[in-house]
């Protein structure tokens, strides 16, 4: 239940500190030192990532919104109005608040690991829709969608924007599409938005921008690194590298070392060599055909789907 003095908000995301260090400890020890993506966002990652979808490069939050102000009508006749609607990484919530007055949600559970920026987002969502039940989890929800029993089994719609399911191989993100679909009822269903598979050079600006956003995204995760394991990575002698990994279907971040570097944590240390790199994210690009298949697979039913003119984004509602 939600606990009296914050009825409006829940952190089920109290990952054991211990447990977070190891995972992190472990990818900073492996040959190819890798951290979590999910890691980028502390409070400052996460308004620096708001950021970047204002960039001229950074077209998939304004391709889909696009994709759903043109198809508003016809996405709300498929999903269907007065359900639970839970946002997985709401974020500030602006997604889902623009499609409040099409889909009228009964109750709106936003959920995001970045538990602090939620809690002022939530704030901000009940003062301007009184009339939605909101209850905001804080939570990992990529370890587990096990969610609290106020939160109504039927008319579960999930909802996952922006290509964050890019953020998943393709075997991890058949995992979350089959997690999602095992937590709705058979009323229930899942709208999500997907990159579609593009030319090179955009799909690089996209990821490495021209004045440096998405380089002070990628090298904050250095500074949260500092806070979680008592580490003493100094952001200047990192650099961002993003691109796009045409053999891997995929853009890949890494942060790489400008010079020979002995980062030290409680309990460890680890030398880089200048060139060597931390690797902070995969985002995946996926065609079409390969997208529909990976919601069969998860168990989903019939799937309605939008694009724009240049077919760079994809918005599907597949029912559970
Ligand atoms: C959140 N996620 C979908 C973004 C993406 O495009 O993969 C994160 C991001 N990384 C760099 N720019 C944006």
């Not at 639970?84 to 974020?91: E, K, P, S």
């Not at 709106?108 to 987002?121: E, H, Q």
């Not at 719609?157 to 890019?166: A, D, E, R, T």
Request: charged content about 25%.
């Amino acid at each position: 239940n939600f606990p009296s003095g914050q009825p409006h908000f829940l952190q089920l995301y109290h990952r054991d500190a211990d447990v977070i260090r190891t995972e992190l400890v472990d990818g900073l020890q492996a040959p190819m030192a890798t951290v979590s993506p999910k890691y980028l966002y502390d409070a400052l990652g996460s308004k620096l990532f708001e950021a970047i979808c204002q960039l001229p490069e950074y077209y998939p939050t304004r391709t889909e919104a696009g994709i759903f102000e043109r198809h508003l009508s016809e996405i709300a006749r498929s999903a269907g109005r007065g359900s639970t609607f839970i946002d997985l990484g709401a974020g500030n919530c602006a997604k889902a608040e623009s499609l409040f007055h099409a889909l009228q949600p009964r109750q709106y559970v936003p959920i995001d690991i970045s538990v602090d920026f939620l809690r002022d987002a939530v704030e901000r969502v009940r003062q301007r829709f009184p009339m939605i039940a909101v209850s905001g989890i804080g939570m990992d929800f990529s370890c587990s969608l096990d969610l609290p029993e106020t939160i109504r089994r039927e008319k579960r719609l999930f909802f996952y924007p922006g290509s964050s399911i890019g953020n998943f191989t393709p075997h991890e993100a058949a995992a979350l599409l089959g997690r999602i679909r095992d937590a709705c009822n058979r009323d229930g269903g899942l709208l999500i938005g997907v990159d579609l598979l593009k030319d090179k050079p955009v799909l690089d600006a996209a990821y490495d921008d021209a004045i440096g956003v998405t380089a002070a995204f990628n090298l904050n995760m250095l500074r949260h690194l500092n806070t979680l394991v008592d580490a003493d990575f100094d952001v200047g002698d990192w650099r961002h590298v993003g691109f796009f990994n045409e053999e891997l279907g995929r853009i890949e971040m890494h942060l790489e070392a400008r010079r020979s570097v002995t980062i030290r944590w409680d309990g460890g240390e680890r030398r880089f060599r200048q060139g060597e790199r931390i690797h902070t994210e995969n985002s995946y690009k996926y065609t079409r055909h390969d997208f529909l298949q990976l919601l069969e697979r998860a168990g989903f039913g019939s799937v309605q789907t939008w694009t724009d003119d240049r077919e760079w984004f994809m918005v599907c509602h597949a029912r559970a």
